[in-house]
């Protein structure tokens, strides 16, 4: 018996293949998980992008030089069990390898969560260690939970990390790559709020440009070769692309009007590249995981959870009205569709849940 796995090469992400290897025997305290399913986003290839800065990589070891393991969100099963804190039969929703199964060390919380508590995750992000118990029987709902709740989640993070920093004294708020989930959610959050002090501009591409238009969630929609036409007034630019030579653009324009740029992701990661003594505000990378531990502190344990719960269900609720579950089965199938992605191949308003 051997268990199939996505390998990535770290030098060059769009490079995928499927691989087997033998099922590692249990030790005391583990617990063997075979995946159900899970998505595959822009965020994913944030992930690999950023393997080795932000220690993506290190999650799931593959074991060999330059090919690595790339996080996905999703639901495992329970399926081998020398833990008293998990029984078999078990689903947890969280973060697993692209790979047909994972062994975790569980920890039961008094929150009724589940931590991983094996030596290697011990100083990663806390938030990618921790799985939720989920119920069998509601497919959709888990499509969704998958898609939605990593991206939406860091939406609210942003709204309220910018809500925190009382949106950096702007008139408007930028969102680069407006077509991505995560900009979408944004601008979706951003719209709720009261008596706004600002206006939502969404910078995309040509192609995604009446898609966005059609969301009717900016105040403004703007192709990126029309950024001379954005208004130069105080402005935050949150970047979910990493497109270098947009930013570079955008600074230049804006110049001491940009009061803020947030880089988020890199989905435009083939035109990343460190920015060099640009205009205005010197960009600075938003780290979802670090404002949840902020809110942690100012509000107490559980409640950032509660109101990013609160958040994303919201929006997921409206979720057919801008979004398609598209359904793949097997790992080849998530492997050719990693290459899609990474390669911006993919439809803005397909969301993407590989069966298992």
Do not use: C
Not at 9 to 15: P, Y
Not at 23 to 38: I, V
């Amino acid at each position: 018996m051997t268990i199939e796995r996505v390998l990535v090469n770290q030098a060059q992400i769009t490079e995928a293949r499927v691989d087997s290897v033998a099922p590692r025997p249990l030790t005391e305290g583990q617990a063997r998980l075979a995946l159900d399913s899970f998505a595959l986003t822009a965020n994913n290839v944030t992930y690999a992008a950023t393997g080795f800065v932000i220690g993506y990589w290190r999650f799931f070891p593959s074991g060999i030089e330059g090919q690595g393991i790339v996080p996905v969100w999703g639901v495992a099963r329970v399926v081998e069990s020398r833990s008293d804190a998990l029984a078999q039969g078990t689903r947890l929703y969280g973060f697993w390898p692209m790979a047909q199964e994972a062994v975790i060390t569980p920890e039961a919380t008094p929150d009724g969560m589940i931590v991983d508590r094996a030596p290697h995750r011990a100083d990663l992000p806390a938030v990618y260690n921790r799985y939720i118990p989920v119920r069998a029987g509601a497919v959709r709902d888990d499509h969704l939970r998958a898609l939605l709740q990593p991206l939406l989640a860091t939406s609210y993070l942003l709204f309220d990390w910018l809500g925190d920093n009382d949106w950096f004294g702007a008139e408007q708020i930028i969102v680069g790559s407006a077509s991505s989930k995560t900009g979408l959610g944004l601008a979706k959050f951003l719209a709720e709020l009261q008596d706004r002090p600002y206006r939502i501009v969404g910078l995309t591409s040509q192609a995604n440009r009446d898609f966005v238009a059609g969301l009717g969630a900016y105040d403004q929609v703007l192709r990126y070769d029309q950024i001379d036409q954005v208004a130069r007034v105080p402005s935050v630019y949150v970047d979910m692309a990493g497109n270098a030579e947009v930013k570079l653009r955008l600074h230049t324009h804006l110049g001491d009007a940009m009061r803020h740029s947030a880089a988020v992701g890199t989905s435009h990661w083939d035109k990343f590249a460190q920015p060099q003594n640009l205009p205005g505000a010197k960009p600075r990378f938003f780290f979802a995981p670090a404002q949840i531990e902020k809110r942690r502190a100012d509000w107490g344990p559980g409640e950032i959870e509660r109101r990013i719960a609160q958040g994303w269900k919201r929006l997921a609720a409206s979720a057919g009205d801008w979004m398609s579950i598209r359904e793949h089965h097997g790992l080849q199938a998530a492997a050719a569709l990693h290459q899609d992605i990474a390669e911006g191949r993919a439809n803005p308003r397909d969301g993407h849940v590989i069966i298992l």
